[in-house]
């Protein structure tokens, strides 16, 4: 999946979930992105493959994080 096509997922379903002006994005659109599940995000947290950074008490992912992964798959 490309980077456009993941920024586009993005846009389109979680429009609120997504932070530009930081470039972050919810773990939910994420895992949409990515085709994955919710568990599986948390999962590579907990292994150190994904950085959580929590902003009040929502919690996001780096954009370019989720973009790698994405290119790997």
Do not use: C
């Not at 609120?16 to 939910?28: D, E, F, T």
């Amino acid at each position: 999946m490309t980077e456009q096509e993941i920024r586009q997922i993005i846009d389109r379903e979680l429009n609120k979930a997504y932070r530009p002006s930081l470039n972050l994005i919810s773990i939910q659109a994420a895992s949409n992105a990515l085709d994955i599940s919710r568990m599986s995000i948390y999962r590579m947290i907990k292994r150190g493959q994904l950085q959580l950074i929590k902003i009040g008490d929502r919690s996001y992912l780096k954009i370019s994080e989720i973009n790698e992964l994405g290119k790997r798959e």
